[in-house]
């Protein structure tokens, strides 16, 4: 079973400044997603990135997918208040019947105002 | 709005009661999905519908038993209900791998 780990658990930052968040697997992702969970709510696709070294920007966020597809971290800008929320990465397995979505633990972020 | 309907939104249950959570989607999705999130844990797969007619256990389907009614209804039941079980659980719908949506969950507490 692979294993996606998330660092760091818990951030803490002040709005206006930078933070990055990384998911790392125990084995070679087909491709990877990532999720934004606002509380009290599901979890919302934010991207999909399919190719090793692939970079991919949504507004202020930018995901990128580790050369040898074993990693991947989102880097948000200039953080507000409604980035708050639980980040988690998943590894959408390909092919089969199944589409079975495994997460990672997630990255809790608070940006305070 | 299209999307996946979860209900009840909050339950308590005391020890070994049952009930059934209900889930449906109305984007003709063929693959259906009950989770549970636990702090720490993020979200463990329970049981999955790949398609109407069929269910399979996920990664922690004991104490639970599903029912994928048609092609838009997938239900969770919990025979007697356990401390254990006391979760958030959300249920999800996929037409691929790529196109996941998830219902906004039920708040379950067991005492």
């Known amino acids: ?113 | 709005n299209a999307g996946v309907t979860q209900t009840p939104k909050f339950q308590v249950l005391k020890t070994g009661q049952s009930m059934t959570l209900q889930c449906a989607q109305d984007m003709n999705h063929n693959s259906m999905y009950w989770y549970r999130q636990d702090p720490g844990m993020g979200l463990r797969l329970i049981y999955y519908s790949a398609s109407e007619g069929t269910t399979d256990k996920g990664e922690v389907p004991n104490g639970y038993n599903v029912s994928r009614l048609n092609k838009r209804e997938f239900s969770l039941r919990l025979e007697s209900a356990a401390p254990s079980q006391t979760s958030v659980y959300f249920c999800a719908s996929s037409q691929t791998a790529y196109g996941y949506t998830f219902g906004s969950g039920t708040r379950l507490t067991v005492v």
């Not at chain 1, 509380?39 to 070294?53: I, Q, Y």
């Not at chain 1, 980035?83 to 809790?108: E, H, M, Q, R, S």
């Open chain 1, 1 to 113: 079973t692979q294993l996606l780990e998330q660092s760091p658990q818990f951030l803490s930052i002040q709005e206006g400044e930078n933070l990055t968040v990384y998911c790392n697997s125990s084995s070679v992702f087909s491709s990877l997603q990532w999720y934004r969970q606002e509380p009290g709510e599901g979890p919302v696709l934010l991207v999909t990135v399919v190719t090793g070294g692939e970079v991919k920007k949504l507004k202020r966020l930018t995901f990128q997918f580790g050369d040898a597809r074993k990693d991947s971290s989102l880097h948000i800008t200039a953080a507000q208040p409604g980035d708050t929320g639980l980040y988690l990465c998943a590894d959408p397995p390909v092919g089969g019947a199944t589409n079975k979505l495994i997460f990672g633990t997630g990255t809790l972020l608070a940006v305070q105002p």
